[in-house]
């Protein structure tokens, strides 16, 4: 079976990359999976200081497969979101080590909102940043109802959230959560010296500062599971389906 994560541990950073580049590294529930275990398993491993997540060159991602969502708009079910992007999603909120993320191209969707669990973030400077959860009928996810607003205010989280309008690199670096945006294909790269930085400060003071700074993992927690009731509910929605099949038509005509 292809790999669409790999994972490799470099210079005390654990790199989680993701590889689908067919489908834009759209996100299967195996991804997920693959994701939130290596984030879990960084976790007791004290050789690790950082994390990186990285889509590689040319794109982050296009988010969770539109397939997958279709799937769970059908399925007989009264689940919420489907159980692996959940678990990827708690493990981003249960994670304590630094999370550095390296975007290169687009990052949508959950491309987007998984950087508000980050604590640096690099761009290329065709970065643009979309969480269009609203033109799928859907609502937002990753607690970014609660980190968006808390990072960039509620004017341009309304903007992002509500409107489903895009932001670029600059715009993402001016409304605070973007770092430093370099040369297309330098990300990654950028990314591994910025974990490097941080390898060499005091570890245990790295970590309790970190802590100090975020907010109550409670919280972030209970406003995913508010989100992921509604996710479920919106999943199944007719304006969801209809979204799903639009993007799935425009395929075949093009
Ligand atoms: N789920 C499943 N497949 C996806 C996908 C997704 N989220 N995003 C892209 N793909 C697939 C396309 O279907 C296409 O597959 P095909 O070649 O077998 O037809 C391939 O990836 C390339 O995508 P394409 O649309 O041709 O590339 P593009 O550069 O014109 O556009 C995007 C890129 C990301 C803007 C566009 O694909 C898109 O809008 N995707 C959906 C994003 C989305 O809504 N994600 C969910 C957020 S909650």
Same mark, same amino acid.
């Given at each position: 079976?292809?790999?669409?994560?790999?994972?490799?541990?470099?210079?005390?950073?654990?790199?989680?990359?993701?590889?689908?580049?067919?489908?834009?590294?759209?996100?299967?529930?195996?991804?997920?999976?693959?994701?939130?275990?290596? &984030?879990?398993?960084?976790?007791?491993?004290?050789?690790?200081?950082?994390?990186? &997540?990285?889509?590689?060159?040319?794109?982050?991602?296009?988010?969770?497969?539109?397939?997958?969502?279709?799937?769970?708009?059908?399925?007989?079910?009264?689940?919420?979101?489907?159980?692996?992007?959940?678990?990827?999603?708690?493990?981003?909120?249960?994670?304590?080590?630094?999370?550095?993320?390296?975007?290169?191209?687009?990052?949508?969707?959950?491309?987007?909102?998984?950087?508000?669990?980050?604590?640096?973030?690099?761009?290329?400077?065709?970065?643009?940043?979309?969480?269009?959860?609203?033109?799928?009928?859907?609502?937002?996810?990753?607690?970014?109802?609660?980190?968006?607003?808390?990072?960039?205010?509620?004017?341009?989280?309304?903007?992002?959230?509500?409107?489903?309008?895009?932001?670029?690199?600059?715009?993402?670096?001016?409304?605070?959560?973007?770092?430093?945006?370099?040369?297309?294909?330098?990300?990654?790269?950028?990314?591994?010296?910025?974990?490097?930085?941080?390898?060499?400060?005091?570890?245990?003071?790295?970590?309790?500062?970190?802590?100090?700074?975020?907010?109550?993992?409670?919280?972030?927690?209970?406003?995913?599971?508010?989100?992921?009731?509604?996710?479920?509910?919106?999943?199944?929605?007719?304006?969801?389906?209809?979204?799903?099949?639009?993007?799935?038509?425009?395929?075949?005509?093009?």
């Amino acid at each position: 079976m292809i790999d669409h994560v790999i994972v490799t541990d470099e210079d005390n950073t654990r790199i989680i990359t993701m590889r689908r580049p067919d489908k834009k590294n759209a996100l299967t529930q195996g991804m997920y999976i693959a994701m939130a275990d290596a &984030i879990k398993s960084a976790q007791n491993d004290p050789d690790i200081r950082s994390i990186v &997540i990285s889509g590689g060159s040319g794109v982050f991602t296009a988010g969770n497969d539109l397939e997958d969502f279709a799937k769970a708009n059908t399925a007989n079910d009264d689940s919420s979101r489907p159980m692996a992007a959940t678990q990827f999603l708690k493990a981003l909120a249960y994670n304590e080590k630094p999370l550095i993320g390296a975007v290169d191209g687009i990052a949508v969707g959950v491309g987007t909102t998984m950087l508000f669990h980050c604590d640096y973030v690099l761009a290329s400077t065709t970065a643009t940043f979309s969480t269009p959860f609203i033109h799928l009928g859907l609502v937002p996810e990753a607690a970014s109802s609660l980190l968006a607003p808390r990072t960039m205010g509620h004017h341009r989280a309304f903007s992002m959230l509500v409107m489903g309008r895009s932001v670029t690199a600059d715009e993402a670096r001016e409304a605070g959560f973007v770092n430093v945006i370099v040369a297309p294909g330098h990300t990654e790269v950028e990314a591994r010296k910025v974990a490097r930085e941080i390898g060499s400060l005091p570890k245990d003071a790295v970590a309790l500062t970190r802590k100090l700074l975020k907010p109550a993992r409670e919280d972030v927690l209970r406003r995913m599971d508010e989100e992921s009731h509604h996710f479920g509910e919106r999943l199944k929605s007719d304006e969801a389906r209809n979204a799903f099949s639009a993007f799935f038509a425009r395929k075949k005509k093009a």
